[in-house]
Protein backbone atom coordinates (compact mmCIF):
# COMPACT_ATOMS: atom_id res chain seq x y z
CA UNK A 1 0.00 0.00 0.00
CA UNK A 2 3.16 2.30 -0.18
CA UNK A 3 2.44 3.20 -3.44
CA UNK A 4 -1.40 3.93 -2.66
CA UNK A 5 -0.03 6.11 -0.19
CA UNK A 6 2.04 7.94 -1.79
CA UNK A 7 -0.08 8.38 -4.92
CA UNK A 8 -2.60 10.52 -2.13
CA UNK A 9 -0.34 12.64 -0.53
CA UNK A 10 1.03 13.83 -4.28
CA UNK A 11 -2.88 14.31 -5.31
CA UNK A 12 -4.87 14.49 -2.99
CA UNK A 13 -4.22 18.04 -0.81
CA UNK A 14 -6.10 20.18 -3.35
CA UNK A 15 -9.12 18.11 -1.92
CA UNK A 16 -8.89 18.09 1.96
CA UNK A 17 -12.08 19.32 2.40
CA UNK A 18 -13.67 16.38 0.57
CA UNK A 19 -11.96 13.94 2.08
CA UNK A 20 -12.54 15.63 5.43
CA UNK A 21 -16.74 15.30 4.44
CA UNK A 22 -15.94 11.70 3.47
CA UNK A 23 -14.28 10.59 6.56
CA UNK A 24 -17.19 12.02 8.60
CA UNK A 25 -19.74 11.01 7.04
CA UNK A 26 -18.16 7.51 7.07
CA UNK A 27 -18.23 7.46 10.27
CA UNK A 28 -21.64 8.55 10.97
CA UNK A 29 -22.40 5.31 8.67
CA UNK A 30 -20.81 3.44 11.19
CA UNK A 31 -22.02 4.25 14.21
CA UNK A 32 -25.56 4.26 12.97
CA UNK A 33 -24.78 0.97 11.67
CA UNK A 34 -24.35 -0.19 15.35
CA UNK A 35 -26.79 1.15 16.87
CA UNK A 36 -29.32 -0.33 14.08
CA UNK A 37 -27.74 -3.45 14.81
CA UNK A 38 -28.03 -3.00 18.49
CA UNK A 39 -31.88 -2.39 18.24
CA UNK A 40 -32.44 -6.24 17.32
CA UNK A 41 -31.52 -7.64 20.14
CA UNK A 42 -34.53 -6.08 22.51
CA UNK A 43 -36.79 -6.96 19.35
CA UNK A 44 -35.35 -10.80 19.47
CA UNK A 45 -35.83 -10.71 23.77
CA UNK A 46 -38.83 -9.52 23.23
CA UNK A 47 -40.01 -11.84 20.93
CA UNK A 48 -38.21 -15.19 22.83
CA UNK A 49 -38.64 -13.47 26.13
CA UNK A 50 -34.79 -13.97 26.88
CA UNK A 51 -34.36 -11.14 29.25
CA UNK A 52 -37.39 -10.45 31.93
CA UNK A 53 -35.32 -8.47 34.46
CA UNK A 54 -36.30 -5.51 36.67
CA UNK A 55 -34.35 -2.33 35.15
CA UNK A 56 -33.75 1.21 37.82
CA UNK A 57 -32.22 4.24 36.07
CA UNK A 58 -28.69 4.60 36.55
CA UNK A 59 -26.13 7.45 36.51
CA UNK A 60 -23.17 7.46 35.02
CA UNK A 61 -21.97 7.71 38.45
CA UNK A 62 -23.13 4.12 39.04
CA UNK A 63 -20.62 2.48 36.81
CA UNK A 64 -18.69 2.07 33.56
CA UNK A 65 -20.52 3.15 30.20
CA UNK A 66 -21.07 0.24 28.80
CA UNK A 67 -23.19 -1.04 31.51
CA UNK A 68 -25.00 2.21 32.22
CA UNK A 69 -26.08 2.46 28.35
CA UNK A 70 -26.80 -1.34 28.37
CA UNK A 71 -29.09 -0.44 31.81
CA UNK A 72 -30.71 2.74 30.50
CA UNK A 73 -31.60 1.08 27.21
CA UNK A 74 -33.25 -1.63 28.63
CA UNK A 75 -34.94 0.41 31.22
CA UNK A 76 -36.59 2.85 28.55
CA UNK A 77 -37.79 -0.28 26.48
CA UNK A 78 -39.24 -1.70 29.76
CA UNK A 79 -40.94 1.51 30.88
CA UNK A 80 -42.44 1.53 27.26
CA UNK A 81 -43.65 -2.15 27.84
CA UNK A 82 -45.38 -1.00 30.83
CA UNK A 83 -47.13 2.08 29.00
CA UNK A 84 -47.92 0.60 25.35
CA UNK A 85 -47.74 -2.99 25.59
CA UNK A 86 -45.20 -5.19 24.25
CA UNK A 87 -46.69 -5.28 20.94
CA UNK A 88 -46.93 -1.42 20.63
CA UNK A 89 -43.08 -1.83 21.94
CA UNK A 90 -41.94 -4.19 19.12
CA UNK A 91 -43.85 -1.86 16.29
CA UNK A 92 -42.03 1.60 18.04
CA UNK A 93 -38.23 -0.11 17.72
CA UNK A 94 -38.84 -1.45 14.51
CA UNK A 95 -40.11 1.74 13.59
CA UNK A 96 -36.73 3.00 14.91
CA UNK A 97 -34.84 0.54 13.06
CA UNK A 98 -35.94 1.64 10.21
CA UNK A 99 -35.03 5.44 11.06
CA UNK A 100 -31.64 4.55 11.85
CA UNK A 101 -31.66 2.21 8.84
CA UNK A 102 -32.59 5.55 6.62
CA UNK A 103 -29.78 7.66 8.47
CA UNK A 104 -27.31 5.25 8.01
CA UNK A 105 -27.72 5.08 4.43
CA UNK A 106 -28.18 8.82 3.79
CA UNK A 107 -24.72 9.00 5.40
CA UNK A 108 -23.39 6.41 3.04
CA UNK A 109 -24.39 8.27 0.21
CA UNK A 110 -23.17 11.87 1.47
CA UNK A 111 -19.97 9.68 2.12
CA UNK A 112 -20.16 8.73 -1.85
CA UNK A 113 -20.96 12.45 -2.75
CA UNK A 114 -18.37 13.92 -1.30
CA UNK A 115 -15.69 11.23 -2.86
CA UNK A 116 -16.51 11.98 -6.11
CA UNK A 117 -15.18 15.38 -6.87
CA UNK A 118 -11.76 14.36 -5.09
CA UNK A 119 -11.91 11.25 -7.46
CA UNK A 120 -12.58 13.18 -10.70
CA UNK A 121 -10.73 15.82 -9.78
CA UNK A 122 -7.37 13.30 -8.90
CA UNK A 123 -8.04 11.99 -12.38
CA UNK A 124 -7.77 15.26 -14.24
CA UNK A 125 -4.78 16.14 -12.67
CA UNK A 126 -2.83 13.25 -13.59
CA UNK A 127 -3.85 14.09 -17.22
CA UNK A 128 -2.99 17.87 -16.92
CA UNK A 129 -0.10 16.91 -15.35
CA UNK A 130 1.33 14.15 -18.12
CA UNK A 131 0.29 16.85 -21.06
CA UNK A 132 2.57 19.64 -19.29
CA UNK A 133 5.08 17.13 -18.72
CA UNK A 134 4.73 15.97 -22.42
CA UNK A 135 5.22 19.70 -23.60
CA UNK A 136 8.11 20.41 -21.33
CA UNK A 137 10.12 17.69 -21.86
CA UNK A 138 13.21 17.69 -24.60
CA UNK A 139 13.03 16.28 -27.82
CA UNK A 140 15.56 13.68 -27.17
CA UNK A 141 13.29 12.43 -24.43
CA UNK A 142 10.67 11.50 -27.55
CA UNK A 143 13.73 9.94 -29.42
CA UNK A 144 14.16 7.02 -27.21
CA UNK A 145 10.29 6.21 -26.50
CA UNK A 146 7.55 4.90 -28.91
CA UNK A 147 5.28 7.66 -29.66
CA UNK A 148 2.70 5.37 -29.34
CA UNK A 149 3.88 3.65 -25.71
CA UNK A 150 3.80 7.50 -24.98
CA UNK A 151 -0.02 7.99 -25.92
CA UNK A 152 -0.87 4.66 -24.31
CA UNK A 153 0.59 5.79 -21.08
CA UNK A 154 -1.90 9.16 -21.15
CA UNK A 155 -5.11 7.39 -21.91
CA UNK A 156 -5.16 3.52 -21.43
CA UNK A 157 -2.60 4.01 -18.35
CA UNK A 158 -4.51 7.31 -16.97
CA UNK A 159 -8.31 5.20 -17.82
CA UNK A 160 -6.79 2.17 -15.63
CA UNK A 161 -6.35 4.72 -12.83
CA UNK A 162 -9.50 5.98 -13.08
CA UNK A 163 -10.96 2.47 -13.33
CA UNK A 164 -9.26 0.91 -10.56
CA UNK A 165 -7.41 3.18 -8.27
CA UNK A 166 -10.23 6.16 -8.26
CA UNK A 167 -13.09 4.53 -8.52
CA UNK A 168 -11.45 2.13 -5.17
CA UNK A 169 -10.50 5.37 -2.88
CA UNK A 170 -14.71 5.30 -1.60
CA UNK A 171 -14.03 1.96 -0.70
CA UNK A 172 -10.61 2.39 0.71
CA UNK A 173 -11.66 4.96 2.87
CA UNK A 174 -15.12 3.89 3.79
CA UNK A 175 -14.42 0.50 4.89
CA UNK A 176 -11.68 0.78 7.32
CA UNK A 177 -13.69 3.40 9.21
CA UNK A 178 -16.46 0.57 9.54
CA UNK A 179 -13.97 -1.98 10.25
CA UNK A 180 -12.03 -0.01 12.93
CA UNK A 181 -15.36 1.10 15.02
CA UNK A 182 -17.13 -2.18 14.69
CA UNK A 183 -13.80 -3.59 15.95
CA UNK A 184 -13.88 -1.15 18.86
CA UNK A 185 -17.67 -2.19 19.58
CA UNK A 186 -16.39 -5.79 19.27
CA UNK A 187 -13.79 -5.07 22.27
CA UNK A 188 -16.07 -3.64 24.22
CA UNK A 189 -17.69 -6.84 24.35
CA UNK A 190 -15.70 -9.22 24.83
CA UNK A 191 -11.96 -8.51 24.53
CA UNK A 192 -10.99 -11.95 24.81
CA UNK A 193 -13.26 -12.94 21.73
CA UNK A 194 -11.75 -10.14 19.91
CA UNK A 195 -7.99 -10.97 20.91
CA UNK A 196 -9.14 -14.31 18.99
CA UNK A 197 -10.67 -12.13 15.99
CA UNK A 198 -7.22 -9.57 15.78
CA UNK A 199 -5.34 -13.06 15.29
CA UNK A 200 -6.89 -14.33 12.30
CA UNK A 201 -7.34 -11.36 10.70
CA UNK A 202 -3.93 -10.47 9.93
CA UNK A 203 -3.36 -13.94 8.58
CA UNK A 204 -5.99 -13.31 6.12
CA UNK A 205 -4.57 -10.02 5.19
CA UNK A 206 -1.03 -12.12 4.27
CA UNK A 207 -2.27 -14.26 1.95
CA UNK A 208 -4.68 -11.51 -0.10
CA UNK A 209 -1.35 -9.32 -0.08
CA UNK A 210 0.97 -12.08 -1.65
CA UNK A 211 -1.60 -12.14 -4.40
CA UNK A 212 -2.15 -8.84 -5.02
CA UNK A 213 1.81 -8.39 -5.21
CA UNK A 214 1.79 -10.94 -8.25
CA UNK A 215 -1.32 -8.92 -10.13
CA UNK A 216 0.98 -5.96 -9.81
CA UNK A 217 3.50 -7.30 -11.80
CA UNK A 218 1.40 -9.05 -14.42
CA UNK A 219 -0.79 -5.70 -14.93
CA UNK A 220 2.29 -3.71 -15.39
CA UNK A 221 3.38 -6.50 -18.42
CA UNK A 222 0.01 -6.34 -19.42
CA UNK A 223 0.08 -2.02 -19.80
CA UNK A 224 3.52 -2.51 -21.52
CA UNK A 225 2.12 -4.50 -24.11
CA UNK A 226 -1.20 -2.18 -24.63
CA UNK A 227 1.85 0.10 -25.36
CA UNK A 228 3.08 -1.60 -28.02
CA UNK A 229 -0.17 -1.75 -29.92
CA UNK A 230 -0.70 1.19 -29.63
CA UNK A 231 2.47 1.80 -31.67
CA UNK A 232 2.09 -0.73 -34.09
CA UNK A 233 -1.78 1.20 -34.72
CA UNK A 234 -0.08 4.69 -34.60
CA UNK A 235 2.58 3.60 -37.12
CA UNK A 236 0.29 1.64 -39.43
CA UNK A 237 -1.83 4.78 -39.71
CA UNK A 238 1.13 6.96 -40.13
CA UNK A 239 2.61 4.46 -43.10
CA UNK A 240 -0.16 3.03 -44.54
CA UNK A 241 0.91 4.36 -47.99
CA UNK A 242 3.79 2.68 -47.46
CA UNK A 243 2.30 -0.11 -46.08
CA UNK A 244 -0.23 -0.47 -49.68
CA UNK A 245 2.40 0.46 -52.10
CA UNK A 246 4.76 -2.27 -50.67
CA UNK A 247 1.46 -5.15 -50.34
CA UNK A 248 2.71 -5.26 -46.77
CA UNK A 249 -0.98 -5.41 -45.46
CA UNK A 250 -0.44 -9.38 -44.52
CA UNK A 251 2.94 -8.79 -42.97
CA UNK A 252 1.73 -5.76 -40.80
CA UNK A 253 -1.24 -7.52 -40.10
CA UNK A 254 0.36 -10.83 -38.54
CA UNK A 255 2.37 -8.60 -36.67
CA UNK A 256 -0.21 -6.91 -34.88
CA UNK A 257 -2.23 -10.38 -34.14
CA UNK A 258 1.04 -11.68 -32.66
CA UNK A 259 1.06 -8.78 -30.35
CA UNK A 260 -2.54 -8.58 -29.91
CA UNK A 261 -2.28 -12.65 -28.66
CA UNK A 262 0.20 -11.60 -26.05
CA UNK A 263 -1.86 -8.96 -24.94
CA UNK A 264 -4.64 -11.25 -24.93
CA UNK A 265 -2.47 -13.83 -22.33
CA UNK A 266 -2.02 -11.19 -19.98
CA UNK A 267 -5.04 -10.10 -19.94
CA UNK A 268 -6.18 -13.00 -19.09
CA UNK A 269 -4.03 -13.47 -16.52
CA UNK A 270 -4.73 -10.35 -14.97
CA UNK A 271 -8.84 -10.53 -15.08
CA UNK A 272 -8.36 -14.10 -13.96
CA UNK A 273 -6.14 -13.13 -10.37
CA UNK A 274 -8.39 -10.28 -9.89
CA UNK A 275 -11.42 -12.47 -10.21
CA UNK A 276 -9.75 -14.17 -7.47
CA UNK A 277 -10.42 -11.97 -4.81
CA UNK A 278 -14.09 -12.15 -4.61
CA UNK A 279 -14.14 -15.88 -3.56
CA UNK A 280 -11.07 -15.82 -1.94
CA UNK A 281 -12.53 -13.56 0.59
CA UNK A 282 -15.46 -14.87 0.93
CA UNK A 283 -14.06 -17.87 1.64
CA UNK A 284 -11.62 -16.84 4.20
CA UNK A 285 -14.24 -14.62 5.94
CA UNK A 286 -16.11 -17.90 6.16
CA UNK A 287 -13.86 -19.37 7.72
CA UNK A 288 -13.12 -16.95 10.52
CA UNK A 289 -17.02 -16.97 11.29
CA UNK A 290 -16.94 -20.45 11.40
CA UNK A 291 -13.66 -20.45 14.21
CA UNK A 292 -15.50 -17.24 15.95
CA UNK A 293 -18.97 -18.92 16.75
CA UNK A 294 -16.35 -22.80 17.51
CA UNK A 295 -14.79 -20.31 19.93
CA UNK A 296 -16.88 -18.46 21.62
CA UNK A 297 -19.76 -20.88 21.70
CA UNK A 298 -17.05 -22.51 23.13
CA UNK A 299 -16.78 -20.00 25.96
CA UNK A 300 -20.07 -19.34 26.69
CA UNK A 301 -20.74 -23.38 27.40
CA UNK A 302 -17.84 -23.26 29.45
CA UNK A 303 -19.13 -20.97 31.41
CA UNK A 304 -15.50 -18.53 30.79
CA UNK A 305 -17.19 -15.82 29.66
CA UNK A 306 -19.36 -12.94 30.97
CA UNK A 307 -21.32 -13.13 27.23
CA UNK A 308 -24.65 -14.28 27.05
CA UNK A 309 -26.53 -15.25 24.21
CA UNK A 310 -28.01 -12.13 22.97
CA UNK A 311 -24.64 -10.50 23.48
CA UNK A 312 -22.96 -13.59 21.30
CA UNK A 313 -25.63 -12.66 18.81
CA UNK A 314 -24.83 -9.11 18.80
CA UNK A 315 -21.27 -9.97 18.61
CA UNK A 316 -21.26 -11.67 15.55
CA UNK A 317 -23.91 -9.89 13.71
CA UNK A 318 -21.46 -6.91 14.11
CA UNK A 319 -18.27 -9.30 13.07
CA UNK A 320 -20.37 -10.28 10.46
CA UNK A 321 -20.66 -6.83 9.16
CA UNK A 322 -16.78 -6.55 9.23
CA UNK A 323 -17.03 -9.33 6.51
CA UNK A 324 -18.39 -7.31 3.47
CA UNK A 325 -16.51 -4.30 3.97
CA UNK A 326 -13.05 -6.73 4.40
CA UNK A 327 -14.44 -8.56 0.90
CA UNK A 328 -15.08 -4.83 -0.50
CA UNK A 329 -11.65 -3.85 0.79
CA UNK A 330 -9.72 -6.96 -0.65
CA UNK A 331 -11.38 -6.42 -4.03
CA UNK A 332 -10.42 -2.85 -3.75
CA UNK A 333 -7.03 -3.63 -2.83
CA UNK A 334 -6.46 -6.02 -6.00
CA UNK A 335 -8.03 -3.29 -8.01
CA UNK A 336 -5.66 -0.50 -6.53
CA UNK A 337 -2.49 -2.93 -7.34
CA UNK A 338 -3.92 -3.64 -10.81
CA UNK A 339 -3.66 0.61 -11.17
CA UNK A 340 -0.23 1.18 -9.95
CA UNK A 341 1.08 -0.82 -12.47
CA UNK A 342 -0.44 1.66 -14.53
CA UNK A 343 0.38 4.77 -12.47
CA UNK A 344 4.31 3.62 -12.39
CA UNK A 345 4.21 4.10 -16.00
CA UNK A 346 2.56 7.44 -16.05
CA UNK A 347 5.44 8.45 -13.50
CA UNK A 348 7.81 7.22 -15.64
CA UNK A 349 7.00 10.26 -17.86
CA UNK A 350 5.99 12.71 -14.87
CA UNK A 351 9.29 11.60 -13.19
CA UNK A 352 11.46 11.92 -16.53
CA UNK A 353 14.13 14.38 -15.86
CA UNK A 354 14.47 17.38 -17.92
CA UNK A 355 17.80 18.62 -18.84
CA UNK A 356 17.21 21.47 -20.80
CA UNK A 357 16.23 23.77 -17.97
CA UNK A 358 16.31 27.40 -17.25
CA UNK A 359 19.74 28.74 -15.21
CA UNK A 360 19.36 29.86 -11.59
CA UNK A 361 19.97 33.45 -12.90
CA UNK A 362 19.24 33.56 -16.76
CA UNK A 363 20.84 36.54 -18.42
CA UNK A 364 18.81 38.89 -20.89
CA UNK A 365 19.20 39.50 -24.25
CA UNK A 366 18.35 43.56 -25.16
CA UNK A 367 15.19 44.03 -26.82
CA UNK A 368 16.53 45.58 -29.82
CA UNK A 369 14.38 44.55 -32.50
CA UNK A 370 17.79 44.18 -34.47
CA UNK A 371 19.18 41.02 -35.92
CA UNK A 372 21.42 39.23 -33.29
CA UNK A 373 24.49 36.58 -34.19
CA UNK A 374 24.85 33.40 -33.40
CA UNK A 375 28.35 31.39 -33.38
CA UNK A 376 29.30 27.88 -32.31
CA UNK A 377 32.59 27.48 -30.48
CA UNK A 378 34.12 23.75 -31.23
CA UNK A 379 31.18 21.90 -30.51
CA UNK A 380 30.89 18.46 -30.56
CA UNK A 381 27.15 16.80 -29.57
CA UNK A 382 26.38 13.13 -29.72
CA UNK A 383 22.22 11.83 -29.16
CA UNK A 384 23.33 8.71 -27.18
CA UNK A 385 26.78 10.10 -25.45
CA UNK A 386 29.15 7.44 -27.33
CA UNK A 387 28.72 8.25 -31.00
CA UNK A 388 29.59 11.85 -32.02
CA UNK A 389 27.05 13.89 -35.00
CA UNK A 390 29.42 16.90 -34.51
CA UNK A 391 32.99 17.04 -33.85
CA UNK A 392 34.79 20.53 -33.01
CA UNK A 393 32.35 22.02 -35.34
CA UNK A 394 33.14 26.16 -35.25
CA UNK A 395 31.15 28.77 -37.30
CA UNK A 396 30.18 32.24 -36.73
CA UNK A 397 26.74 33.20 -38.28
CA UNK A 398 26.99 37.57 -38.28
CA UNK A 399 23.50 39.27 -37.39
CA UNK A 400 21.59 39.55 -40.04
CA UNK A 401 23.61 37.46 -42.60
CA UNK A 402 22.50 34.53 -44.15
CA UNK A 403 24.49 31.13 -43.97
CA UNK A 404 23.51 28.15 -45.58
CA UNK A 405 24.39 24.34 -44.90
CA UNK A 406 24.82 22.11 -47.58
CA UNK A 407 26.16 18.35 -47.30
CA UNK A 408 25.03 14.44 -47.58
CA UNK A 409 22.46 13.23 -45.37
CA UNK A 410 23.46 12.38 -42.18
CA UNK A 411 26.55 14.74 -41.94
CA UNK A 412 24.98 16.83 -39.42
CA UNK A 413 23.20 19.67 -40.74
CA UNK A 414 19.64 19.55 -38.85
CA UNK A 415 21.39 18.58 -35.81
CA UNK A 416 23.18 22.14 -35.68
CA UNK A 417 20.30 24.01 -36.24
CA UNK A 418 18.73 22.07 -33.20
CA UNK A 419 21.22 23.16 -31.01
CA UNK A 420 20.18 26.59 -31.26
CA UNK A 421 16.72 27.04 -30.01
CA UNK A 422 18.38 24.22 -27.02
CA UNK A 423 16.38 21.10 -28.18
CA UNK A 424 19.38 19.35 -27.68
CA UNK A 425 22.42 20.79 -25.52
CA UNK A 426 25.78 20.37 -26.50
CA UNK A 427 28.45 17.88 -25.16
CA UNK A 428 31.64 20.07 -25.79
CA UNK A 429 31.79 23.64 -26.56
CA UNK A 430 29.42 26.05 -26.53
CA UNK A 431 26.33 27.75 -28.89
CA UNK A 432 26.19 31.50 -28.53
CA UNK A 433 23.08 33.69 -29.20
CA UNK A 434 23.61 37.70 -28.87
CA UNK A 435 27.36 36.60 -27.69
CA UNK A 436 26.08 34.89 -25.03
CA UNK A 437 25.37 31.54 -24.17
CA UNK A 438 22.19 29.54 -24.77
CA UNK A 439 22.53 27.55 -21.40
CA UNK A 440 22.60 30.77 -19.82
CA UNK A 441 19.78 32.31 -21.40
CA UNK A 442 15.67 30.93 -20.20
CA UNK A 443 14.43 28.81 -22.92
CA UNK A 444 11.33 30.50 -23.05
CA UNK A 445 13.09 33.56 -23.86
CA UNK A 446 15.67 32.14 -26.35
CA UNK A 447 13.09 30.34 -27.96
CA UNK A 448 11.21 33.98 -28.50
CA UNK A 449 14.02 34.73 -31.26
CA UNK A 450 13.62 32.20 -33.09
CA UNK A 451 11.42 30.97 -36.67
CA UNK A 452 11.29 27.88 -37.99
CA UNK A 453 10.42 26.56 -40.99
CA UNK A 454 10.52 22.82 -41.70
CA UNK A 455 10.43 20.34 -44.80
CA UNK A 456 7.41 18.69 -43.50
CA UNK A 457 5.39 21.48 -42.95
CA UNK A 458 3.50 20.93 -39.07
CA UNK A 459 0.07 22.06 -39.20
CA UNK A 460 -2.84 21.43 -36.77
CA UNK A 461 -6.65 20.15 -37.07
CA UNK A 462 -7.46 24.06 -36.52
CA UNK A 463 -8.55 26.86 -38.49
CA UNK A 464 -6.08 28.65 -41.12
CA UNK A 465 -6.22 31.79 -39.01
CA UNK A 466 -5.69 29.99 -35.89
CA UNK A 467 -2.20 28.38 -37.62
CA UNK A 468 -0.64 31.65 -38.70
CA UNK A 469 -1.31 32.95 -35.34
CA UNK A 470 0.09 29.87 -33.47
CA UNK A 471 2.74 31.76 -31.83
CA UNK A 472 1.07 35.04 -31.22
CA UNK A 473 -1.00 36.06 -28.41
CA UNK A 474 -3.85 38.42 -29.33
CA UNK A 475 -3.09 38.69 -33.30
CA UNK A 476 -5.62 40.32 -35.30
CA UNK A 477 -7.18 39.52 -38.63
CA UNK A 478 -5.49 42.51 -40.10
CA UNK A 479 -1.76 41.30 -38.89
CA UNK A 480 -2.37 37.54 -39.42
CA UNK A 481 -3.35 38.50 -43.66
CA UNK A 482 -0.41 40.80 -44.16
CA UNK A 483 1.87 37.59 -43.03
CA UNK A 484 -0.22 35.50 -45.68
CA UNK A 485 0.19 38.21 -48.20
CA UNK A 486 4.05 38.14 -47.35
CA UNK A 487 3.93 34.38 -48.11
CA UNK A 488 2.19 34.27 -51.08
CA UNK A 489 -0.84 32.48 -49.00
CA UNK A 490 -3.55 35.23 -48.80
CA UNK A 491 -4.91 34.80 -52.74
CA UNK A 492 -5.15 30.77 -52.00
CA UNK A 493 -6.67 30.92 -47.83
CA UNK A 494 -9.22 33.93 -49.58
CA UNK A 495 -10.24 31.11 -52.25
CA UNK A 496 -11.27 28.60 -49.76
CA UNK A 497 -14.85 28.37 -48.45
CA UNK A 498 -14.50 29.97 -44.98
CA UNK A 499 -11.05 31.95 -45.90
CA UNK A 500 -9.08 32.01 -42.55
CA UNK A 501 -11.56 30.36 -40.90
CA UNK A 502 -11.53 27.18 -42.95
CA UNK A 503 -9.97 24.14 -41.10
CA UNK A 504 -7.18 22.47 -42.32
CA UNK A 505 -7.78 18.84 -41.36
CA UNK A 506 -5.47 16.36 -39.76
CA UNK A 507 -2.10 17.88 -40.01
CA UNK A 508 -3.21 19.98 -42.83
CA UNK A 509 -4.61 17.23 -44.98
CA UNK A 510 -7.43 19.51 -47.06
CA UNK A 511 -4.29 21.73 -48.34
CA UNK A 512 -1.79 20.76 -51.06
CA UNK A 513 2.09 20.66 -50.29
CA UNK A 514 2.92 23.80 -51.11
CA UNK A 515 -0.26 25.72 -49.17
CA UNK A 516 0.84 24.20 -45.79
CA UNK A 517 4.33 25.15 -46.14
CA UNK A 518 3.32 28.88 -46.85
CA UNK A 519 0.90 29.14 -44.26
CA UNK A 520 3.96 27.71 -42.75
CA UNK A 521 6.09 30.68 -43.51
CA UNK A 522 2.94 33.50 -42.98
CA UNK A 523 3.03 31.91 -39.39
CA UNK A 524 7.13 32.50 -38.86
CA UNK A 525 6.64 35.84 -40.48
CA UNK A 526 4.05 36.88 -38.21
CA UNK A 527 6.24 36.00 -35.19
CA UNK A 528 8.71 38.34 -36.48
CA UNK A 529 12.02 35.89 -35.36
CA UNK A 530 15.16 38.14 -35.11
CA UNK A 531 17.05 34.37 -36.21
CA UNK A 532 15.20 32.82 -38.73
CA UNK A 533 15.85 28.96 -39.05
CA UNK A 534 15.15 26.93 -42.70
CA UNK A 535 15.10 23.47 -42.73
CA UNK A 536 14.69 21.90 -46.12
CA UNK A 537 11.68 24.39 -46.75
CA UNK A 538 11.22 24.11 -50.35
CA UNK A 539 12.59 20.36 -50.92
CA UNK A 540 9.40 18.65 -51.08
CA UNK A 541 7.45 20.95 -53.63
CA UNK A 542 6.99 21.44 -57.42
CA UNK A 543 8.72 23.29 -59.62
CA UNK A 544 5.87 25.84 -59.34
CA UNK A 545 4.61 25.68 -55.61
CA UNK A 546 8.60 25.57 -55.11
CA UNK A 547 8.94 29.24 -56.93
CA UNK A 548 5.90 31.00 -54.57
CA UNK A 549 7.49 29.57 -51.81
CA UNK A 550 11.22 30.73 -52.38
CA UNK A 551 9.47 34.04 -53.42
CA UNK A 552 8.18 34.09 -49.72
CA UNK A 553 11.24 32.93 -48.06
CA UNK A 554 13.51 35.91 -49.62
CA UNK A 555 11.32 38.33 -48.06
CA UNK A 556 10.86 36.38 -44.76
CA UNK A 557 14.82 36.44 -44.89
CA UNK A 558 15.10 40.06 -45.53
CA UNK A 559 17.25 41.69 -42.21
CA UNK A 560 17.03 38.43 -40.14
CA UNK A 561 19.97 36.26 -39.46
CA UNK A 562 19.30 33.22 -41.36
CA UNK A 563 20.52 29.37 -41.42
CA UNK A 564 19.48 27.80 -44.40
CA UNK A 565 20.04 23.67 -44.55
CA UNK A 566 18.97 22.80 -48.30
CA UNK A 567 19.91 20.11 -50.66
CA UNK A 568 19.34 22.09 -53.47
CA UNK A 569 21.64 23.98 -54.45
CA UNK A 570 19.86 26.50 -56.83
CA UNK A 571 18.26 27.91 -53.22
CA UNK A 572 20.92 28.74 -51.21
CA UNK A 573 23.11 30.74 -54.28
CA UNK A 574 22.52 34.34 -52.45
CA UNK A 575 23.70 33.25 -49.05
CA UNK A 576 26.66 35.12 -47.63
CA UNK A 577 28.30 31.32 -46.38
CA UNK A 578 27.72 28.38 -47.77
CA UNK A 579 29.38 25.60 -45.03
CA UNK A 580 29.43 22.28 -46.16
CA UNK A 581 29.40 19.22 -44.14
CA UNK A 582 30.79 16.00 -43.94
CA UNK A 583 30.60 13.32 -41.45
CA UNK A 584 30.02 16.17 -38.36
CA UNK A 585 32.55 18.17 -39.64
CA UNK A 586 32.67 21.85 -41.38
CA UNK A 587 35.00 20.92 -44.53
CA UNK A 588 34.50 23.86 -46.78
CA UNK A 589 33.08 27.26 -46.27
CA UNK A 590 33.10 30.08 -48.62
CA UNK A 591 30.28 31.88 -51.10
CA UNK A 592 28.82 30.17 -54.28
CA UNK A 593 31.48 31.71 -56.19
CA UNK A 594 34.11 30.95 -54.50
CA UNK A 595 33.11 27.65 -53.37
CA UNK A 596 33.19 27.06 -57.45
CA UNK A 597 36.01 29.19 -58.52
CA UNK A 598 38.61 27.73 -61.06
CA UNK A 599 40.83 24.84 -60.21
CA UNK A 600 38.20 24.75 -56.66
CA UNK A 601 37.94 20.47 -56.52
CA UNK A 602 35.69 20.08 -53.09
CA UNK A 603 32.87 18.63 -51.79
CA UNK A 604 30.88 21.52 -52.69
CA UNK A 605 31.92 21.44 -56.47
CA UNK A 606 31.09 17.39 -56.63
CA UNK A 607 27.61 18.50 -55.16
CA UNK A 608 27.22 21.11 -58.13
CA UNK A 609 27.71 18.70 -60.71
CA UNK A 610 26.19 15.74 -59.25
CA UNK A 611 22.86 17.60 -59.07
CA UNK A 612 23.62 19.04 -62.73
CA UNK A 613 24.16 15.28 -63.87
CA UNK A 614 20.43 14.60 -62.19
CA UNK A 615 19.02 16.86 -64.16
Known sequence: ??????????????????????????????????????????????????????????????????????????????????????SATLGILAAALVVLTALKTGTAYLSSYFIIPMRSGIV??????????ITVLPIGFFTAERKGDVMARMSGDVAEIENSIMASLDMMFKNPVMIIVCLGMMIAISWQLTVFVFILLPLAGYVMGKVGKRLKRTSYEGQTQWGVLMSTIEETLGGLRIIKAFNAEDKMCARFHGENQEFYHLSNKVARRQSL????????????????????????????????????????????????????LSKASYAI?????????????????????????PKAIPATGAPVGVRFDDVTFSYDGTTDVLSDVSLDIRPGATVALVGQSGSGKSTMADLIPRFYDVRKGSVSVGGTDVR???????????GNVNQEAILFNDTIFNNIAFGVEGATLEQVRAAARIANADEFIMATENGYDTSVGDRGCRLSGGQRQRISIARAVLKNPAILILD???????????????????????????????????????????????EGRIVESGTHDELLAPGAKGYYRRLVEMQSLGK
Open 1 to 86: MNGFLSLLRRFVPPYKKYLALNVLFNLLTAFLTLFSFALIIPILEMLFKIRESHYVYMHLSDGSLKEVAFNNFYYYTQVLIEQCGA
Open 124 to 133: RDIRNYVYDK
Open 277 to 328: AHPMSEFLGTTAIAIILWFGGSLILSGKSSLNAPDFIYYMVIFYSIINPAKD
Open 337 to 361: QKGLASMDRVDKILGAKNPIADPAK
Open 440 to 450: ELGVHDLRSLM
Open 536 to 582: EATSALDSESEALVQQALDRLMEGRTTLVIAHRLATIRRADLICVMH
